[in-house]
């Protein structure tokens, strides 16, 4: 048993996978690197180390290899020599995983298969295949800009072949050939040049030995030989032989043609577009390739090396390392800019809506950055334009995003605005969070993360903050890498209730259950044998069901069970593994395993969901079409008596928008569509729909139920609908709310529930016009000349208050009781005639016309009573509210509320008012005494 990295335990490993027929063929040596200890591959006899960074040095940069090939080019002779090897060419998956549970971003292209297809769940789409896939990854974030090479989003080209339960397609031998020969023959690499590094690879819950092709110190793909999973962190042998291969779209265009950095080599007019109207100096090109270089070479995770590297670089140049890095900054976020630009292209592109969760955080947390770099260095850029420059740049690779471009701009648009009142009330949160602390005013990460995830406050904007106040901050490094790795993987999905736990236990001997319920939605009754009995009867298994379990959103089917000498009403059904239980109350009498039951549903309820669910399905086709592809269901409910669904979204809906996805949904209704549902095969359906089939979540099937709305919806769905839209009947959305950041809720009612609606707003409206005495027709304008009158009668009062508050004021300065410089004032009221806002306000006004005076003003109600202490300016120097709080709470008067040090407000436990004044006096006497 051995560590092989990041904690996972191996017992054993195949070192015959290293050794490859290319190898002896070739005339490869196997050498081990004198300064990392790996073992490595390589046709060089005199070459002792791997030459990966940081062992070896770029040799490419400044000597391009093949710069007469675009990234275009480089990618579809990738993808032509595995169709001409027999692999089937499969289409780019988005950014977004919606097919997995487990993540929120593709990382990898095998992301795409696993784990339903490396289980060997299902099939893939096609054995062998391949595919270049734009991938995320957040986790080297801070690295972007600075090493030269490192980047947020890339393409990963790959193929791949699945050999289930033995090795059938190919496996190691084949996949570097085929990778030797892409090099040497399809890009012209001079053999010598390429290094095999005999390394390991785990991601996604599979692992496996691989190789690491280095050329010219740059590595450019990864050959993984996948047949382990990881289980709490050790490792276990797989079934299953997959080749997961990734070559780097963007590493082999770098290396090919010799750029300073892979950022120049991407996005080279773009840098100097920007250059020029940041109006920074151009760089010497022998500079940026030096810079390159050396990130390679040396661990900038570390910041004393990374000071000693750029120390090193400023002294060859003539530079002091202040005035080096001034120099290097604003290219490093310029390079920066420009690939979180391209990240947010894909991930905004393929439908993310910024929000504080989920994928949404991770888009929101790459948003802000940009926006964060532009504001510290006050930059005349435009994030919206530089996203839109991206698509630009990038329409023949991916004209898909030309079609999202102008909603693009408007997250961004919405996004930047938002970022801008965040820093604006930041900083005052900053203030209070840090500066507002008794003792010690240290900022700790937890603080930094707390202020960055709950009011989004970036730690940058914290240091500048209070660097004014005299407080400094260390900021971590890698703040944003962690950050992003908090947030990279999907939270785990709330186990299920422990006595459903405990049943999986009782139920594992059972058969499945067959069911009807699909076969046959409009039986309503059916004869099953019981074939368990748990909880005194509370829950029944039968051999075969009518009842459909809760599932998908939707409440399960309600009913009878009716036997020999026993009845009982079925309140829940659900689905565990295979078995249906059914969960009954007010038996009369027992059942038996064994006895036969006729099992009756409530056919009304049943179809009051199947309307709502279908409904469900027409609502969030109206949704998509009237907003855009960035609306995906983030949640569903139907009952018997309304539907609610959850939609994503980057803004709050209108009115007008509601109003037109209500006329949209009806309309489809009125039209009588057919409502389809049919079986097909997973890879089918997702070639031909897309992965929208998963609205309604992930489907670990091999066969997927489809539900079609003719021409307007289509899912992966395992309800029951109705057999046409018209069925529906009235849809009408009757609230709409904003439930999280990025997420609105749309709730309606449907069919008779629908019409009931509407008859009980006509009869509100008939009622407020018999009240108001004017035709239904011409309420609106009544409501507003009275709210209209309301306003003006408002305005009287609180004028009328304000004199009032004057002359309280008055009366009560006149009446203090004078105590050294000060006075102190105390007033009870009873009853209603002041609300504690009232002497909140006569209480501020004393503070602030007379700084040499203390109010305490209350209302003597039961069971609390409220008060509001108010402290002149000229007071604080003796006694704080704060001080008043901890008196008061020695003599055992507890106070429920808050405040600052110039007032306190909140109740008072129930005591002698006399009593109150009393110690309250004593306490400031003693105060002011000791000041």
């Not at 995320?136 to 699945?162: N, P």
């Not at 961004?412 to 900083?427: D, P, T, V």
């Not at 689905?575 to 969960?583: A, D, L, R, S």
């Not at 609205?695 to 670990?700: E, S, T």
Request: proline residues 4%.
């Amino acid at each position: 048993m051995r560590e092989i990295g990041g904690g996972l335990i191996l017992e054993g490993s195949k070192r015959g996978l290293y050794e490859i027929e290319l190898f002896k063929e070739e005339g490869f040596i196997r050498k081990k690197c004198i300064k990392c200890g790996r073992y490595f591959w390589t046709l060089d006899p005199e070459q002792d180390v791997c030459t990966d960074q940081p062992c070896g040095e770029y040799t490419f940069i400044g000597h391009p290899l093949n710069p007469s090939l675009s990234l275009s080019h480089i990618r579809e002779k990738f993808l032509q020599f595995f169709e001409r090897h027999g692999h089937v060419r499969v289409k780019r998956y988005p950014v977004v995983a919606r097919w997995r549970e487990d993540v929120y971003l593709v990382g990898a292209s095998i992301y795409d298969f696993q784990p339903w297809v490396t289980e060997g769940i299902v099939p893939p789409p096609a054995n062998p295949l391949t595919i270049s896939q734009p991938c995320i990854r957040l986790t080297d974030i801070e690295k972007v800009g600075r090493t030269g090479r490192h980047l947020t989003t890339f393409e990963m080209m790959a193929h791949h072949a699945f050999n289930f339960g033995k090795i059938s397609t190919y496996w190691n031998n084949e996949t570097v050939r085929y990778s030797y020969e892409f090099f040497t023959r399809e890009l012209g690499i001079p053999r010598e040049e390429i290094t095999y590094i005999e390394d390991w690879w785990s991601g996604g819950g599979n692992a496996g030995e691989d190789f690491e092709v280095i050329i010219k110190g740059l590595e450019v793909a990864t050959l993984v030989f996948m047949h382990y999973k990881v289980i709490d962190n050790k490792i276990h042998p797989m079934r299953n032989y997959i080749v997961d291969t990734g070559y780097g779209l963007e590493r082999i265009f770098w290396l090919l043609t010799g750029a300073p950095t892979v950022y120049d080599a991407l996005f080279g007019d773009l840098v100097e577009v920007l250059r020029k109207k940041a109006g920074v100096e151009k760089l010497e090109k022998k500079m940026l390739e030096d810079i390159s270089k050396y990130a390679g070479k040396f661990d900038i995770d570390i910041p004393e090396i990374e000071r000693e590297v750029k120390t090193k670089l400023a002294s060859k140049y003539g530079y002091e390392l202040e005035e080096f890095e001034n120099l290097l900054r604003p290219y490093e976020v310029i390079y920066r800019l420009l690939d979180h630009a391209r990240a947010l292209m894909f991930m905004l592109g393929d439908g993310i809506v910024p929000s504080n969760s989920g994928e949404g955080y991770l888009a929101r947390l790459v948003i802000r950055r940009c926006l964060k770099d532009i504001l510290l260095l006050d930059l005349p850029f435009d994030l919206v334009h530089i996203v839109d420059l991206q698509i630009e740049k990038w329409r023949r690779d991916f004209p898909e995003y030309l079609e999202v471009r102008d909603v693009v701009a408007e997250i961004l648009s919405i996004e930047a605005e938002k970022f801008k009142r965040l820093i604006e009330r930041g900083k005052l949160v900053v203030k209070r969070k840090v500066l507002g602390r008794r003792g010690k005013r240290a900022v700790s990460y937890d603080d930094l993360v707390e202020l960055y995830d709950s009011h989004g406050i970036p730690p940058e904007i914290v240091r500048e903050t209070l660097s004014r106040e005299g407080v400094v901050i260390d900021i971590p490094e890698d703040f944003y890498s962690r950050l992003a790795k908090r947030h990279e993987t999907a939270i785990t999905v709330p186990r299920e209730e422990k006595w459903l736990e405990n049943l999986k236990e009782k139920l594992k001997e059972l058969p499945p259950t067959e069911t009807t319920y699909y076969e046959l939605p409009e039986e309503t009754e059916l004869k099953a044998k019981i074939l368990k009995v748990l909880d005194g009867g509370r829950i029944v298994v039968l051999d075969k069901t009518i009842f459909y379990p809760e599932g998908g959103g939707a409440e399960s089917d309600r009913g009878l069970l009716r036997g020999e000498n026993f009845e009982a009403r079925v309140v829940d059904v659900k689905k565990i593994n295979n078995v249906i239980i059914h969960i009954c109350e007010n038996q009369r009498g027992k059942p038996y395993e064994g006895s036969e039951v006729t099992c009756v549903i409530d056919q009304a309820r049943r179809r009051a969901i199947m309307r709502a669910h279908t409904a469900t399905h027409v609502v969030l086709g109206a949704a998509r079409k009237l907003l855009g592809k960035h609306v995906w269901q983030a949640g569903a409910h139907k009952s018997e008596d309304r539907g609610r669904l959850d939609i994503t979204f980057y803004r709050r809906l209108s009115e007008k928008d509601i109003l037109e996805i209500e006329r949209e949904t009806n309309r489809v209704v009125l039209e009588n569509r057919e409502v389809n549902i049919y079986y097909m095969d997973r890879n089918k359906a997702e070639q031909k729909y897309g992965f929208v089939l998963y609205q309604g979540g992930v489907v670990p099937e091999k066969v997927l139920r489809i539900v079609e709305v003719d021409g307007w919806d289509v899912e992966a769905c395992g309800g029951l609908h109705c057999t046409r839209t018209g069925e529906i009947g009235l849809v009408k959305i009757v609230r709409s709310e904003r439930i999280q950041d990025g997420v609105e809720r749309l709730e309606f009612v449907v069919g008779e529930a629908a019409v009931k609606y509407i008859q009980d707003m006509d009869i509100k409206l008939r009622n407020l016009s018999r009240i108001l005495s004017v035709d239904t027709e011409k309420l609106d304008a009544k409501v507003q000349e009275l709210v209209s009158e309301i306003k003006a009668l408002r305005e009287k009062v609180s004028e009328l208050k304000g004199e009032l508050v004057a002359m309280e004021v008055e009366s009560l300065v006149n009446q203090a009781e004078k105590l050294g410089p000060f006075r102190i004032i105390v007033k009870q009221y009873n009853g209603d005639r002041y609300s504690l806002e009232d002497l909140r306000e006569i209480a501020f006004k004393i503070r602030d016309q007379y700084g040499n005076t203390i109010a305490f003003l209350y209302n003597d109600k039961l069971p609390m009573a409220e008060f509001i202490v108010a402290l002149g300016e000229e007071v604080l120097s003796s006694i704080t509210a704060d001080i008043i709080r901890e008196k008061l709470t020695e003599r055992s008067i507890r106070v429920v509320g808050g405040g600052r040090r110039h007032f306190l407000q909140g109740r008072l436990a129930p005591m002698a008012p006399k009593k109150i004044v009393e110690i309250l006096i004593a306490v400031l006497r003693n105060c002011l005494e000791k000041g």
